[in-house]
Every structure is written in C-alpha cells, then in structure tokens.
Antibody
Framework: EVQLVDSGGALVQPGGSLRLSCAAS????????MSWVRQTAGKGLEWVSS????????YYADSVKGRFTISRDNSNNTLFLHMNTLNADDSAVYYC??????????????WGQGTPVTVSS | DIQMTQSPSSLSASVGDRVSITCRTS??????LNWYQQKPGKAPRLLIY???NLHSGVPSRFSGSGSGTDFTLTIDSLQPEDFSTYYC?????????FGQGTKVEI
C-alpha cells in the first residue's frame, strides 16, 4: 500500500525558511515523479513543484520559483521542499503527492496527509 | 495558465440521487482532465483520470465524460460517503491547475 507521510510544517515569521519532508513507502520511490501541492481556503488547490524520479528534472509554479527548492533522497525514500523568503501568501496546508504516469502530464494518484505552514509575525 | 471553472459551486442532494458536476477549461485540453474527491480534513483522492478512466478502487457509480473544454463528473445513486467536495484538474500543461471545487451536501 502506498503511504506518504508529510512533516515539517510550522509557524514561521515572514522572510523565514522551512523544510518540509515526505516519507514514502509501498512503491518504488526512485521510479516515481513526485510533487508538492498546497491548499488554502481562499485559493483552493495549487500545484507548487514537481521532480522526476531521478531528481534530474524539477519544475516550479511561478509563485514560488526562485524561493522554493524541491529535492529527493532516493536512498531514504524521502521528498523535500525547501522554502525560503516565506510570506503570508505561502500559508497553506502542503501535501506531497505521487504522480501517476509522466511528469509532463500530471495526475496525482496518492497524497500525504498534509502539513500546515503558517507565515505570520 | 489554463483556467478551470466548475459548476455549481455547491449542490444539495439526497442518497440515491444522480448528480452531475461540470468543469470547463479556458482552452482545449483534449481529454487530459482528472477528478478528485476530498473530505474535510483529508487529502484529495484521485477518482478519474483522462476524462473517463476510473482509478483503481473507485466505485463504478462514478463516471466521467467530455473532451476539449467541457467535462462532466457523474455520480449515479449517491451514497452517504459521497458527500464531499469534488475538484477537477487539468494535466494538459504546466502549471497544473485545479477547479475551485464543488461541495456536494445533503
């Protein structure tokens, strides 16, 4: 059974940094492209970033490009999202999600439970 | 970016009803449209991919149709566990965008 466990969400001050993690099990992690998706009550669901199985290709939403970095450790089946220069608009529940199929035509077939990030002074 | 518009935003229905939710996209996406179900406090769950393909483990009362810019999710004989919020998402091009959601209430 596919399992994704998100962690690392916290209350952080504007301009601060945070690293989210997603521990994966139940599938061949290194063969699967992965993503981060966030959700707020106001904006709904928003794709944030994706990474190929090898980690060699990464993609970002314009809203986070240059501030967030997605990475993965295939030896430990873990996905990361490094978030810098956080602002209030980054406050959301962040989900890691497994991509079903190709990284160039993305469906999300398994999701973590979500980890909340709040950016506030 | 491809804009996604769902309608209605919410609907009231009863157990046993047939329910349809529409998703319209701002440009043609062929059949690259997916549907998710989300319950309060939980992550979304993939129901349908490629406009009409049922994801593994999803009951057959769920079905999807459409192509181009207009898509429909239909739930035949609504069950108590189906009262949730439903989202469409396009997989035609990055950024991968979602509809605003349709809440199905009792």
């Amino acid at each position: 059974e596919v399992q994704l466990v998100d962690s690392g969400g916290a209350l952080v001050q504007p301009g601060g940094s945070l690293r989210l993690s997603c521990a994966a099990s139940g599938f061949t992690f290194s063969s699967s492209a992965m993503s981060w998706v966030r959700q707020t009550a106001g904006k709904g669901l928003e794709w944030v970033s994706s990474i190929s199985g090898s980690g060699g290709r990464t993609y970002y939403a314009d809203s986070v490009k240059g501030r967030f970095t997605i990475s993965r450790d295939n030896s430990n089946n873990t996905l990361f999202l490094h978030m810098n220069t956080l602002n209030a608009d980054d406050s959301a529940v962040y989900y890691c999600a497994k991509i079903f199929g190709s990284i160039v035509s993305v469906e999300f077939d398994s999701w973590g439970q979500g980890t909340p990030v709040t950016v506030s002074s | 970016d491809i804009q996604m518009t769902q309608s209605p935003s919410s609907l009231s229905a009863s157990v046993g009803d047939r329910v349809s939710i529409t998703c319209r996209t701002s440009q043609s996406i062929n059949r690259l449209l997916n549907w998710y179900q989300q319950k309060p406090g939980k992550a979304p769950r993939l129901l349908i991919y490629g406009a009409s393909n049922l994801h593994s483990g999803v009951p057959s009362r769920f079905s999807g149709s459409g192509s181009g810019t207009d898509f429909t999710l239909t739930i035949d004989s609504l069950q108590p566990e189906d009262f949730s919020t439903y989202y469409c998402q396009q997989s035609y091009g990055s950024p991968w965008t979602f509809g605003q959601g349709t809440k199905v209430e009792i």
